[in-house]
């Protein structure tokens, strides 16, 4: 079984084709030995700018590793890591009550942090550029997008997808981005659907006041709220997916990383 028996149907994923790119499964080492990950990147570029794809609640699945090339095929590295593979595995589940229950609620937000800092050494040393580098996530890593750009110092944008503001799944989860606000040390563009039941539209309110009363980057940090779109509106493989809103939010976060990444605030 996998992520698709959650979604209720087969899934329907846009493929991004691999050619001009160097990609695939790789081990990376972390603190306490090593963790899997997915990469893309420009086969004939030295030194692209990078960015940490951060999965959805579904772990790293085919359409997390297609997002990777397709920003790989706009110049970047994309890394996505394994991020609950202490914990379990996500494709195992079909409910997503159990899923939460089981791994979800017992990943720490440190735990994620370090080893997206391990994914960032490992990038580097294949030829990275880490004075340009910009972090994304979706979903339950849209939330995890938020706690990078405040915890990464060389972070220079980020662009968080529906992630939740002012909670996260279960008790190792104590900070969130509202509480962060104040310390982004990147922009980061918030995309973000007025019909998603589960970040109301009121969270978006207290972020943006905080966000105003925060570092500079906070406060050039801004949400792009699609009116017709819910949760999940840019994931293709769902019956959430809405494309004119996809693509538009595409476009916006591939402006953004194109500001701040090469001209800082």
């Given at each position: 079984?996998?992520?698709?028996?959650?979604?209720?149907?087969?899934?329907?994923?846009?493929?991004?084709?691999?050619?001009?790119?160097?990609?695939?499964?790789?081990?990376?080492?972390?603190?306490?030995?090593?963790?899997?990950?997915?990469?893309?990147?420009?086969?004939?570029?030295?030194?692209?700018?990078?960015?940490?794809?951060?999965?959805?609640?579904?772990?790293?699945?085919?359409?997390?590793?297609?997002?990777?090339?397709?920003?790989?095929?706009?110049?970047?590295?994309?890394?996505?890591?394994?991020?609950?593979?202490?914990?379990?595995?996500?494709?195992?589940?079909?409910?997503?009550?159990?899923?939460?229950?089981?791994?979800?609620?017992?990943?720490?937000?440190?735990?994620v942090l370090a080893d997206l800092d391990a994914s960032l050494e490992w990038a580097v040393a294949q030829g990275a550029d880490a004075t340009r580098l910009g972090v994304t996530g979706f979903c339950w890593g849209g939330r995890l997008t938020w706690l990078y750009a405040?915890?990464?110092?060389?972070?220079?944008?980020?662009?968080?997808?529906?992630?939740?503001?002012?909670?996260?799944?279960?008790?190792?989860?104590?900070?969130?981005?509202?509480?962060?606000?104040?310390?982004?040390?990147?922009?980061?563009?918030?995309?973000?659907?007025?019909?998603?039941?589960?970040?109301?539209?009121?969270?978006?309110?207290?972020?943006?006041?905080?966000?105003?009363?925060?570092?500079?980057?906070?406060?050039?940090?801004?949400?792009?709220?699609?009116?017709?779109?819910?949760?999940?509106?840019?994931?293709?493989?769902?019956?959430?997916?809405?494309?004119?809103?996809?693509?538009?939010?595409?476009?916006?976060?591939?402006?953004?990383?194109?500001?701040?990444?090469?001209?800082?605030?």
């Amino acid at each position: 079984m996998s992520f698709s028996s959650i979604t209720g149907m087969e899934p329907t994923a846009v493929h991004t084709g691999a050619d001009g790119l160097r990609h695939g499964l790789v081990d990376i080492p972390t603190f306490d030995g090593t963790i899997a990950a997915y990469y893309a990147a420009p086969a004939d570029q030295d030194q692209p700018p990078l960015i940490l794809v951060i999965q959805e609640i579904f772990g790293v699945h085919e359409h997390i590793k297609d997002v990777c090339r397709r920003l790989a095929q706009q110049g970047y590295m994309a890394v996505a890591v394994e991020l609950y593979q202490r914990q379990g595995d996500a494709a195992q589940y079909t409910d997503m009550q159990e899923l939460i229950k089981d791994i979800v609620a017992k990943v720490p937000d440190e735990q994620v942090l370090a080893d997206l800092d391990a994914s960032l050494e490992w990038a580097v040393a294949q030829g990275a550029d880490a004075t340009r580098l910009g972090v994304t996530g979706f979903c339950w890593g849209g939330r995890l997008t938020w706690l990078y750009a405040a915890h990464q110092p060389r972070c220079k944008a980020a662009a968080a997808w529906y992630g939740r503001l002012t909670r996260g799944h279960g008790p190792l989860q104590i900070r969130n981005p509202v509480d962060v606000a104040a310390e982004l040390h990147a922009p980061v563009l918030g995309l973000y659907g007025a019909q998603d039941a589960s970040i109301p539209l009121e969270d978006v309110t207290r972020m943006e006041t905080a966000l105003a009363q925060g570092s500079l980057a906070a406060q050039a940090s801004r949400f792009v709220v699609y009116q017709d779109s819910g949760h999940a509106f840019y994931a293709d493989y769902r019956p959430s997916y809405n494309a004119a809103d996809a693509q538009d939010a595409w476009g916006k976060m591939l402006d953004w990383f194109g500001q701040h990444m090469d001209q800082g605030l």
